[in-house]
């Protein structure tokens, strides 16, 4: 559980950070070009998916522990049940991870353009 918050804090400052750039470069391409849209719309919708994604990895995380907990108490779960839930969520985490490390990746590559 302690990795998916760690994981979900990275996700918000990257993305809050990416919201302060993206507002400094619109207001100038405003100023430049006299439009003022697609990019902050683009920029939200993509924070709510990432949001939206992070709570199911979050979900996923919540039902694998749930599982293991009502087989450890002698439940009525099988143990290959537990074991696929342990599974999905571990795999949702490290697709996160993922793309997560990709997007600093390309984040920092877009900061390291000359224009």
Not at 5 to 33: C, F, Y
Not at 37 to 61: C, Y
């Amino acid at each position: 559980m302690d990795s998916i918050s760690n994981n979900l804090a990275g996700t918000d400052i990257l993305l809050s950070r990416l919201q302060s750039d993206s507002a400094v470069k619109k207001a100038q391409s405003a100023t430049d070009n006299g439009s003022n849209g697609q990019a902050g719309n683009v920029l939200d919708s993509f924070g709510n998916i990432l949001k939206d994604q992070m709570s199911q990895i979050n979900q996923l995380e919540s039902e694998a522990g749930q599982a293991k907990q009502i087989y450890a108490t002698g439940g009525d779960i099988d143990l290959h049940n537990v074991m696929i839930a342990g599974e999905k969520a571990e795999l949702s985490l490290q697709l996160a991870m993922q793309v997560r490390n990709k997007m600093i990746n390309a984040y920092q590559e877009i900061t390291h353009m000359t224009v």
